[in-house]
Every structure is written in structure tokens, then in C-alpha cells.
């Protein structure tokens, strides 16, 4: 089943989300739009999908779940599956979505430092003081197992078991209480959109920031490429024709290299782009460009995906 799985996707996604957390608000980047294929990409090129028996106590809730989300108009205003309901004469959907879903909350009893009243009342109270009470924790514990199938050959394109737990602490006169069955619904809600995360494709934004090392430049090259920087948000198109002068000129920084192959990335010339991280990592001397083709390998299939889907392959 390790052909069905786009693993590059799943760490560009962990790669995004940590940049953008800690890319300084001033760092210079491109920004760009890509399609970027399912994690479960054979799943993908499914062109409809029903929701078959989800077993278990929470299945039925899971499975109506799974309807709502994959019937969600996407970007272009209309969903990616067609969700087919089953019937009595057969599958008519291309994929067949099983399943088992069961709950379960432990109860334990545990101490507490809780804040009472020690003087005045509970409405009035003109001193409070911590003491130690007993408390009920509820654990509440949520692993449904999900399977895809291909209708036409029975082949399983996707198995995936995810746990959720969650844990509630309720105390003597807590004015509120949160329950095991909010916990359970919103753990329902979560696992049909991990679902969709795994089997829908993207198309999205994203930003890249630029390299900035001037390292193993002169001081004039130094000055223009860092000329070159700081005019890239105005006019990209400008920076990637001085970036390309530039390697004409000395040829081979990894800096130079790497900011060509996000001009390629944006222009959406995928193999460009390839090429041009992996001189890059190659120049550098090191793995640290891995992403950048991992990246935009993964961006080409996603486009030829979508191509394919949009001429009704």
C-alpha cells in the first residue's frame, strides 16, 4: 500500500507550518499557489465514493460525519467526491468507506487543589482558601479504524486507525461541566476531517522565504545581491532576471541557486525548480534544499492530477 501514500506532502505541511511560525515578520518571500496531491493519492483518483457500514457504538454518528465533510463544496464551488448513497443492488461508487468507531470513558477518582469559600458564603464570600478534594476524571478514548476500498478489484488503498483521548476533570460545585459525549462528538467531527486531510488533494497559497547568506560573496556581490532582496516583494520578475545574472556571473552559490529555483517554483516550472534545489544542496554541501524538491515533486504530481481530473480521466 506504500505506493498510495505521497509522503513528501505530510512533511511539507509539518515544514510550512513551523516557517511560518517562526519566519520573522520582515523576511523577504515568494508567495505562491500550487496543487498539492492527497496523501492518500490513490484514493484521490477515485471519482466517487459511499459510506458504507461504520460498526460500533459512534459509527453511525462518524459515518454521517464523513457524508457531511465530503459533500462540502470545495474551491471551485462544487465537492471533490461524489458521494454515492448505496443500495440494496450494489456498490455504485468507486471507493467503499468501512469502518468500526467505539468510544470508551474510564472513570477514576483523583485529588484536587480546589478554591472554596472560608468565610462569608458561596454568593458573598470575603475569604477563599485552597483545600485538597476529591475529583471523578473522566478519560474519554476515541480510535476508529477507517478503510477505503476500489470496487473494481477490492483493493484496500487506505487502512488508518487514529486515537483521540481527552481528559475531564470534574470537581465538587464546578459550575460547569464539560461531558463525555461533547468530547465524543467533537472527536467524530475531528476524524472525518483527518479523513478528508488524507484522501482530498489541495490547492492552496504558500510562501517560501527566500535564502539570504551572502557567505562566499565580495563585498560589491554581497551589496547586489542584497540590493536584490530587498526588491524581490516589489518586482519578483526583476530579482529572478538579477539572480540569473548574477550565476551567469559567478556560478554556483547556493544562495543564487536556491532563490532560482523558487522564480522556477513560481513560474510553475516544476523540473526547473528540481534541478535547481538540488544543485543548490549539492553547492552547499549539505541536505538542507531536500524540501524544496520534495516539495515541488510533489506539486508536479498534483498538477497532473488535477489536469487529468479536469479533462474527466
Same mark, same amino acid.
Given at each position: 500500500m506504500g505506493e498510495n501514500i505521497v509522503r513528501p506532502i505530510v512533511g511539507f505541511t509539518i515544514i510550512a507550518t513551523a516557517m511560518a511560525? !517562526? $519566519?520573522?515578520?520582515?523576511? &523577504? #518571500?515568494?508567495?505562491? $499557489?500550487?496543487?498539492?496531491?492527497?496523501?492518500? /493519492?490513490? #484514493? !484521490? =483518483? *477515485?471519482?466517487? +465514493? @459511499?459510506?458504507?457500514?461504520?460498526?460500533g457504538r459512534d459509527g453511525t454518528a462518524l459515518a454521517?460525519? +464523513?457524508?457531511?465533510? *465530503? !459533500?462540502?463544496? @470545495?474551491?471551485d464551488g462544487r465537492p471533490y467526491y461524489a458521494v454515492i448513497a =448505496? !443500495? %440494496? %443492488?450494489?456498490?455504485?461508487?468507486? @471507493?467503499?468507506? $468501512? @469502518?468500526?468507531a467505539d468510544a470508551s470513558v474510564r472513570e477514576t477518582n483523583v485529588k484536587r487543589q480546589v478554591e472554596v469559600c472560608a468565610e462569608g458564603t458561596d454568593q458573598k464570600c470575603t475569604k477563599k482558601e485552597k483545600v485538597e478534594a476529591l475529583c471523578l476524571q473522566e478519560t474519554v478514548t476515541f480510535a476508529p479504524t477507517l478503510r477505503i476500498a476500489r470496487v473494481t478489484d477490492g483493493q484496500i488503498l487506505y487502512s488508518e486507525t487514529r486515537t483521540q483521548t481527552d481528559t475531564i476533570v470534574t470537581c465538587p460545585k464546578d459550575k460547569s461541566k464539560r461531558t463525555p459525549r461533547q468530547s465524543i462528538d467533537r472527536m467524530v467531527r475531528t476524524a472525518a476531517d483527518r479523513l478528508a486531510d488524507d +484522501? +482530498?488533494?489541495?490547492?492552496?497559497?504558500?510562501?517560501?522565504? *527566500? /535564502? &539570504? &547568506?551572502r557567505d562566499g560573496m565580495d563585498k560589491a556581490m554581497a551589496q547586489r545581491f542584497r540590493d536584490s532582496i530587498k526588491s524581490s516583494q516589489r518586482d519578483p520578475v526583476a530579482a529572478c532576471g538579477e539572480w540569473a545574472a548574477m550565476d551567469g556571473d559567478r556560478p554556483g552559490h547556493p544562495s543564487l541557486l536556491f532563490n532560482l529555483g523558487l522564480c522556477a517554483e513560481r513560474d510553475g516550472d516544476y523540473a526547473g525548480a528540481e534541478r535547481l534545489y538540488a544543485q543548490a544542496g549539492q553547492a552547499a554541501r549539505g541536505g538542507a534544499f531536500a524540501e524544496g524538491v520534495e516539495? #515541488? %515533486?510533489? *506539486?508536479? #504530481?498534483g498538477r497532473?492530477?488535477?489536469?487529468?481530473?479536469?479533462r474527466g480521466e
Open positions: 511560525a !517562526s $519566519t520573522p515578520v520582515e523576511a &523577504e #518571500v515568494f508567495a505562491m $499557489t500550487g496543487h498539492f496531491p492527497a496523501p492518500y /493519492r490513490a #484514493v !484521490s =483518483l *477515485l471519482r466517487s +465514493i @459511499g459510506v458504507d457500514r461504520i460498526a454521517l460525519a +464523513i457524508e457531511q465533510k *465530503l !459533500s462540502r463544496a @470545495g474551491p =448505496l !443500495s %440494496r %443492488r450494489g456498490p455504485d461508487a468507486d @471507493g467503499i468507506i $468501512t @469502518g468500526l +484522501i +482530498i488533494p489541495r490547492h492552496e497559497n504558500y510562501r517560501i522565504r *527566500l /535564502r &539570504e &547568506e516539495r #515541488v %515533486r510533489a *506539486l508536479a #504530481v497532473a492530477d488535477a489536469a487529468a481530473r479536469a
